[in-house]
């Protein structure tokens, strides 16, 4: 038997929903070892020091899960830290939309211990489960967001204002949505212990055998689920799920998440459920209501910018189609913008010019460039050498101006 470099406490909660994730594992071993998560990734995970360019960029957590499995369970001598992490979903599950980049807690789950479940990096995940409220992502107190990458040894109050996160905040109840998706990615992360790894054909099978199936054709599958071509083409090559995308299927088909992953298929029965679970439609309009809308936001802007985007976003466009469907109105934004920005340019010019004629002229005209650009707090640039001149010339044949600053 080989002998463990570091202590090696068994991880809490391994086979339930409730299971603590790496993160949270590897701040308890941080603590018995009296040293910072920072400090015992950098020794007992070398890569990870390398790519850290003096030792002064946080390591990504999240995005060198494998590694850090592999490096823990290798110091540890133990078999079941990958069950910590969506790692036995790698070949079904793509890493997009996955994980949050944001920290979720529920104050009631913290009261009763103090540890991060796995299933609140989870990033569809919102709410909790057990208690039915929505997960905070904000301090209540300095409304400070704290990032999941955070290394800090202690993440039970806020890194700001002090706050503890385990004092009582408003209730939030869950959505029935909200919480059907968290009650289904907890059975999904229960399950991780107690199944084999599915492979990647395991992707191929689901569509042709489970969800296309449950439909008269791939056409109205599609039209169903509202899914893309693109998808459709990807998903028959065998690429991975997005878990938000495979909730939304799972939904539909009212099918269970965990089976559909990681269960026997020739039991799968889908079924349409009376539910439409489809994206809502955008609302068509016609060529002259969108330039009605158009018109209406230009003519509200009450002095107010607006870029392309922004007035593309208005009426559901990108702004590439924008320009493609509407090029005369495209053109005559970009115009728009373009006078604003000269006469910004010119207003800009006209106050550094008055504000070095008045200092010219009530320090003398032998003052020199440094002085005025110290007695006016104002940055010279290369193209303003052309505005000092003339602010030397004008200063020689105009009256005394007030200074302007």
Same mark, same amino acid.
């Given at each position: 038997?080989?002998?463990?470099?570091?202590?090696?406490?068994?991880?809490?909660?391994?086979?339930?929903?409730?299971?603590?994730?790496? $993160?949270?594992?590897?701040?308890?071993?941080?603590?018995?070892?009296?040293?910072?998560? /920072?400090?015992?990734?950098?020794?007992?995970?070398?890569? %990870?020091?390398?790519?850290?360019?003096?030792?002064?960029?946080? &390591?990504?957590? /999240?995005?060198?899960?494998?590694?850090?499995?592999?490096?823990?369970?290798?110091?540890?001598?133990?078999?079941?830290?990958?069950?910590?992490?969506? /790692?036995?979903?790698?070949?079904?599950?793509?890493?997009?939309?996955?994980? %949050?980049?944001?920290?979720? =807690?529920?104050?009631?789950?913290?009261?009763?211990?103090?540890?991060?479940?796995?299933?609140?990096?989870?990033? &569809?995940?919102?709410?909790?489960?057990?208690?039915?409220?929505?997960?905070?992502?904000?301090?209540?107190?300095?409304?400070?967001?704290?990032?999941?990458?955070?290394?800090?040894?202690? =993440?039970?109050?806020?890194?700001?204002?002090?706050?503890?996160?385990?004092?009582? %905040?408003?209730?939030?109840?869950?959505?029935?949505?909200?919480? =059907?998706?968290?009650?289904?990615?907890?059975?999904?992360?229960?399950?991780?212990?107690?199944?084999?790894?599915?492979?990647?054909?395991?992707?191929?099978?689901? =569509?042709?055998?489970?969800?296309?199936?449950?439909?008269?054709?791939?056409?109205?599958?599609?039209?169903?689920?509202?899914?893309?071509?693109?998808?459709?083409?990807?998903?028959?090559?065998?690429?991975?799920?997005?878990?938000?995308?495979?909730?939304?299927?799972?939904?539909?088909?009212?099918?269970? /998440?965990?089976?559909?992953?990681?269960?026997?298929?020739?039991?799968?029965? *889908?079924?349409?459920?009376?539910?439409?679970?489809?994206?809502?439609?955008?609302?068509?309009?016609?060529?002259?209501?969108?330039?009605?809308?158009?018109?209406?936001?230009?003519?509200?802007?009450?002095?107010?910018?607006?870029?392309?985007?922004?007035?593309?976003?208005?009426?559901?466009?990108?702004?590439?189609?924008?320009?493609?469907?509407?090029?005369?109105?495209?053109?005559?934004?970009?115009?728009? $913008?373009?006078?604003?920005?000269?006469?910004?340019?010119?207003?800009?010019?006209?106050?550094?010019?008055?504000?070095?004629?008045?200092?010219?002229?009530?320090?003398?005209?032998?003052?020199?460039?440094?002085?005025?650009?110290?007695?006016?707090?104002?940055?010279?640039?290369?193209?303003?050498?052309?505005?000092?001149?003339?602010?030397?010339? $004008?200063?020689?044949?105009?009256?005394?101006? *007030?200074?302007?600053?």
């Amino acid at each position: 038997m080989n002998r463990s470099k570091l202590l090696r406490p068994a991880p809490i909660g391994v086979g339930t929903g409730g299971v603590q994730s790496i $993160r949270s594992y590897i701040r308890d071993l941080a603590m018995l070892h009296y040293v910072t998560p /920072l400090q015992l990734i950098w020794e007992c995970v070398p890569s %990870t020091r390398r790519q850290d360019k003096a030792r002064k960029i946080v &390591p990504h957590w /999240l995005r060198n899960t494998e590694v850090l499995v592999d490096a823990f369970e290798a110091l540890t001598v133990r078999s079941d830290l990958r069950y910590l992490t969506l /790692l036995p979903w790698r070949n079904v599950l793509s890493s997009i939309g996955l994980i %949050t980049n944001r920290q979720r =807690w529920c104050p009631d789950c913290l009261r009763e211990s103090p540890h991060e479940p796995l299933l609140w990096t989870v990033g &569809p995940v919102i709410c909790c489960p057990v208690h039915e409220r929505a997960l905070l992502t904000e301090c209540p107190k300095c409304h400070f967001v704290p990032s999941a990458q955070s290394t800090r040894p202690s =993440w039970l109050n806020c890194s700001r204002c002090g706050h503890d996160y385990t004092q009582g %905040t408003s209730f939030v109840p869950a959505q029935e949505h909200d919480l =059907w998706v968290a009650k289904q990615v907890s059975e999904l992360i229960a399950r991780g212990s107690q199944l084999s790894e599915p492979g990647r054909e395991r992707v191929v099978r689901v =569509w042709n055998e489970v969800i296309f199936p449950a439909f008269p054709s791939k056409a109205d599958a599609r039209r169903k689920l509202d899914l893309s071509n693109p998808v459709v083409d990807l998903a028959q090559r065998g690429h991975r799920f997005t878990l938000p995308l495979l909730l939304g299927i799972c939904r539909r088909l009212t099918l269970n /998440l965990a089976d559909v992953v990681a269960g026997d298929i020739t039991l799968l029965r *889908p079924q349409l459920s009376a539910e439409e679970y489809t994206l809502p439609k955008r609302k068509v309009l016609t060529r002259d209501q969108l330039l009605g809308k158009i018109h209406e936001e230009l003519a509200g802007s009450k002095g107010r910018s607006h870029t392309m985007r922004s007035i593309a976003k208005s009426v559901g466009f990108s702004t590439k189609r924008f320009r493609m469907d509407f090029p005369d109105q495209a053109a005559a934004l970009v115009r728009r $913008r373009e006078a604003e920005r000269r006469k910004k340019s010119q207003l800009r010019r006209a106050n550094f010019i008055n504000t070095l004629v008045a200092i010219i002229q009530r320090e003398g005209p032998e003052v020199s460039d440094g002085q005025l650009r110290r007695e006016s707090g104002l940055s010279f640039f290369p193209h303003m050498r052309a505005w000092v001149q003339e602010a030397r010339a $004008r200063a020689a044949s105009q009256p005394e101006l *007030p200074l302007q600053f």
